[in-house]
Nanobody, 124 residues
């Protein structure tokens, strides 16, 4: 099993920045992908960004390109997303997820492990 723990959520004003972290522990794999998803109040969960753990390839949702940056620290088994120029409609619970394999995707049904989420509130 893989355990994922998110942190870094909080309240920020529109236009501000936050950095979320996701620490992974437990079983490790030679190839896996980690990603961020978010669920706004009353809406379905949606893909934000993903990264290939071994090669560092990334895949962003169009809505966050140029504003969010995903990264990982292999030595700490931790993934990050730096979120800049945040908008009120990006208020959501942000979830970290991991899937076994090298294929980077935004399809949440393909992710095997999920964290509990961290809440981000963007005030206007």
């Amino acid at each position: 099993q893989v355990q994922l723990v998110e942190s870094g959520g909080g309240l920020v004003q529109a236009g501000g920045s936050l950095r979320l972290s996701c620490a992974a522990s437990g079983r490790t794999f030679s190839n896996y992908v980690m990603g961020w998803f978010r669920q706004a109040p009353g809406k379905e969960r949606e893909f934000v960004v993903a990264i290939s753990w071994s090669g560092g390839s990334t895949f962003y949702a169009d809505s966050v390109k140029g504003r969010f940056t995903i990264s990982r620290d292999i030595t700490k088994n931790t993934m990050y997303v730096q979120m800049n120029s945040l908008k009120p409609d990006e208020t959501a619970v942000y979830y970290c997820a991991a899937r076994v394999g090298a294929y980077i995707t935004g399809e949440q049904r393909l992710y095997d492990y999920w964290g509990q989420g961290t809440r981000v509130t963007v005030s206007s």
